[in-house]
């Protein structure tokens, strides 16, 4: 078939690359000015199989009463006139019921645990270099009420086959011994040996460089407009490119628009329940003796990661639900550094931090929408929330089966809406 891509972030990218394999004649189009230009320009970095819980969990509620009035909560919701929050708010309470909770880990479990294996096998095969370490990722705890929890949360990881394994606090400092300076603020951690960490970006515009040698044709600077509708198929895509205004047309067409997805979508009666969470980043260049981990670090308290990427230090996290809103928000930039200085005091970096934001997919149940819509020849790939980067290869595979005819290996509840 001839494919039409809506979008080159690592979600459509890898969905390029996997159609393309599968024998498809493949096309990406997108507005930037090259692939992984938004949500996947600067994320954190971390092939989190292990650490899949949703957002919507029983914990959380009282959490959300605890951050309420902070502006540099976790989890921060900027009220608007906007029915697409609130119906989305209700959504997402109704998914913290437990079995919910426990349905939607096993998807997320699933399909995350399929992704590593495509990443690692397609990283094996085309030598790929994006500052990837295979050194897993430790999730530390400062309150011992969490860290209980914790304990239970890995119980049931392991149940569905995950290493994640709860560890003390002397086996946290033999793991990353950068948290040294952080000791008297650790109760105890978990540690899963087979997760990895990398840049999204790089990985992005390598595997871009890959599918066009292999006649994926990629085209910037291309703004999608509408999708039109012809019966129950799809007759074109209208966009917006350097000649002007155009039809392009195709056999099939992926929807992989991350949080803008709704919006192309809403007109041909597809409601996704696809809401943007803004999430920020700072990337801090590190001195040649700077104590800095080399382990990935999972912060509970603050929701924030550290991951090395090179000589760089990457801190991502939180959730600031403010629409499409990517304003930088002072106080939320400062929290990223804050925290950092009180779990790595040692650490020395060399010029100024790199602040960015980007608005993550999110659906209510953190479970993303793969799968045929009610057109035909129209699929999704979208709603990965703050596991794109972890699902990306094993969505675009599955996707690529799925658009071939075929079954495909993860037991994932695919859509069709």
């Not at 350097?242 to 597809?270: C, F, M, R, W």
Request: overall charge neutral; proline content about 5%; aromatic content about 8%.
């Amino acid at each position: 078939m001839r494919v039409l891509v809506l979008g080159a972030g690592v979600v459509g990218t890898t969905s390029a690359w996997y159609l393309a394999r599968a024998g498809h004649q493949v096309t990406v189009i997108d507005r930037q000015p090259e692939v992984a230009d938004e949500t996947s320009f600067a994320n954190g970095g971390q092939i989190s199989v292990s650490h899949a819980e949703p957002w919507a969990n029983p914990q959380v509620l009282s959490h959300l009463v605890k951050w309420l009035g902070r502006e540099d909560a976790p989890l921060l919701w900027r009220w608007r006139a906007d029915p697409a929050q609130l119906e989305w708010g209700l959504r997402f309470l109704g998914e913290c019921l437990p079995g919910r909770t426990r349905r939607n880990i096993a998807a997320i479990v699933a399909m995350a645990l399929y992704s590593r294996s495509r990443l690692q096998a397609l990283r094996q095969e085309l030598a790929l270099e994006y500052d990837h370490l295979e050194r897993g990722i430790l999730h530390i705890y400062t309150d011992r009420k969490e860290f209980s929890a914790a304990v239970e949360a890995a119980q049931l990881m392991r149940q569905f086959g995950l290493d994640r394994l709860t560890v003390d606090t002397e086996k946290c400092l033999k793991i990353e011994p950068a948290l040294a300076g952080a000791k008297a603020l650790l109760v105890g951690g978990d540690y899963t040996r087979s997760d990895e960490t990398g840049d999204a970006k790089k990985f992005t515009c390598a595997l871009a460089e890959r599918a066009t040698a292999v006649g994926v044709d990629f085209r910037f600077g291309t703004a999608i407009e509408r999708i039109a509708a012809g019966g129950s198929q799809i007759a074109g895509v209208v966009a917006q490119g350097k000649n002007g205004a155009e039809l392009l047309t195709a056999d099939a067409y992926v929807v992989a628009l991350s949080s803008y997805s709704p919006q192309l979508l809403k007109p041909l009666g597809i409601r996704l329940p696809v809401y943007p969470a803004k999430g920020y980043s700072a990337t801090l260049t590190l001195a040649e003796d700077s104590v800095a981990p080399m382990v990935s670090v999972t912060d509970d308290e603050c929701k924030l990661v550290f991951s090395r990427l090179g000589n760089r230090l990457r801190i991502a996290g939180t959730a600031e639900f403010n629409g499409f809103n990517l304003d930088l928000n002072p106080v939320r930039c400062q929290a990223l550094i804050t925290r950092t200085r009180q779990l790595f005091p040692e650490l020395k970096t060399l010029g100024e931090p790199e602040f960015w934001c980007g608005l993550r997919p999110a659906t209510p149940s953190n479970v993303p929408i793969i799968g045929r819509t009610r057109y035909g020849n129209l699929w999704l790939n979208t709603g990965h929330g703050t596991l794109g980067w972890t699902m990306a290869c094993g969505s675009a595979a599955a996707l690529a089966d799925l658009m071939s005819g075929a079954q495909p290996e993860p037991d994932f509840p695919f859509v069709k809406c």
